[in-house]
């Protein structure tokens, strides 16, 4: 049944956004093809060396041998389908049908397809893998895991995104959540060390506010006053739909979540070109893990609806003052890349 949802979302997905190339994705080929020596590249030079806090598909794809154009982008693109269905394969999920279809259509009707499958090559798929187990895993050692993976991967982001969790799933559970929290904690802990030593290791990298401080803070505060609306939304997709439901609205995580991504919204993309990415992948922790607790007081008929409004629903995605919706046709250049 996982396998048949996975195979529905994907093909939705896919019709609705279709797939191109991370625009810097010669760049993470670079990281690729220099896995050991990452300074060794010439590309890999200051600002761009900033790729270096993010090594992990990249890593992969060298121990692999996928450094080749063909290679390199068929990897990051199965990674990226993985990445988004990789929800539906968690036991929470798979064994409910009410959190199967919440979740299916939480996916469909997000930022994730148009973040993943609009930048292929790019890191992302390792960071969306990591929080999903550290968000879904009953076990709090795997949880932790994750929690590191995304860390290492990501550990500005990853640690915005652990933020909003633990306040969302603090508020609800309270002292229940002490232990889930502490492990995921000392995950991000583990996931920023173990970063920080690679980094050190290798010389040094530009920071990502250092690399984002070239560029004019009046082109953050245009984009966010042009296009703040599209953010806004981006930031749950048609969870905004679930969040303001009657049975939903009221719960103290949900009240939580709702200021969380009003908050993100307005804060973060004063410091990020890629507004919506950032603000949708810092919220989607805490609207996943939200979705799972919720699912069983949902009627099956309502999630059917739901279901049906998010096959529709498109979120296009802001970008350095640009609205972007890539659309399937993208999808052709890609595979004549890969194949």
């Known amino acids: 049944m996982a396998a048949l949802f996975a195979f529905v979302v994907l093909a939705v997905a896919l019709v609705k956004y279709g797939a191109d190339r991370y625009i810097a994705w010669n760049q993470t080929l670079e990281l690729a093809a220099h896995w050991r020596h990452p300074h060794e590249s010439a590309v890999l030079r200051p600002p761009t060396d900033f790729l270096l806090s993010s090594p992990t598909s990249a890593w992969l794809a060298g121990v692999m041998h996928a450094m080749t154009e063909r290679g390199f982008l068929a990897f990051h693109f199965a990674?990226?389908?993985?990445?988004?269905?990789?929800?539906?394969?968690?036991?929470?999920?798979?064994?409910?049908?009410?959190?199967?279809?919440?979740?299916?259509?939480?996916?469909?009707?997000?930022?994730?397809?148009?973040?993943?499958?609009?930048?292929?090559?790019?890191?992302?798929?390792?960071?969306?893998?990591?929080?999903?187990?550290?968000?879904?895993?009953?076990?709090?050692?795997?949880?932790?895991?994750?929690?590191?993976?995304?860390?290492?991967?990501?550990?500005?982001?990853?640690?915005?995104?652990?933020?909003?969790?633990?306040?969302?799933?603090?508020?609800?559970?309270?002292?229940?959540?002490?232990?889930?929290?502490?492990?995921?904690?000392?995950?991000?802990?583990?996931?920023?060390?173990?970063?920080?030593?690679?980094?050190?290791?290798?010389?040094?990298?530009?920071?990502?506010?250092?690399?984002?401080?070239?560029?004019?803070?009046?082109?953050?505060?245009?984009?966010?006053?042009?296009?703040?609306?599209?953010?806004?939304?981006?930031?749950?997709?048609?969870?905004?739909?679930?969040?303001?439901?009657p049975a939903v609205r009221l719960r103290p995580s949900a009240l939580a979540l709702i200021a969380a991504a009003g908050v993100a919204s307005l804060v973060l993309p004063l410091i990020a070109i890629d507004q919506s990415r950032i603000v949708a992948l810092a919220i989607w922790p805490a609207m996943l893990w939200l979705a799972v607790q919720v699912a069983p007081t949902i009627s099956v008929r309502t999630l059917r609806w739901w279901l049906c409004v998010a096959f529709v629903t498109v979120i296009p995605i802001v970008w350095w003052d640009r609205l972007l919706y890539p659309g399937w046709r993208t999808l052709q250049p890609l595979l004549r890349a890969i194949l």
């Open 79 to 245: 990674l990226a389908l993985l990445a988004l269905v990789a929800p539906l394969f968690a036991s929470c999920v798979y064994r409910h049908a009410r959190t199967r279809l919440l979740v299916a259509g939480l996916i469909i009707a997000s930022a994730l397809p148009p973040i993943l499958l609009g930048w292929v090559g790019s890191y992302d798929p390792a960071s969306v893998l990591g929080l999903t187990v550290g968000v879904l895993a009953r076990n709090s050692l795997v949880a932790a895991a994750g929690w590191a993976l995304f860390t290492f991967n990501n550990s500005s982001l990853a640690a915005v995104a652990f933020t909003i969790f633990a306040v969302v799933v603090a508020v609800e559970l309270r002292r229940k959540s002490v232990g889930r929290l502490l492990a995921g904690g000392a995950g991000c802990a583990i996931g920023f060390c173990a970063i920080s030593i690679v980094v050190h290791g290798w010389g040094g990298s530009t920071s990502r506010l250092g690399w984002f401080r070239q560029v004019p803070f009046l082109n953050y505060w245009n984009s966010l006053l042009g296009f703040w609306p599209y953010i806004l939304l981006g930031a749950c997709g048609a969870g905004w739909l679930l969040l303001l439901s």
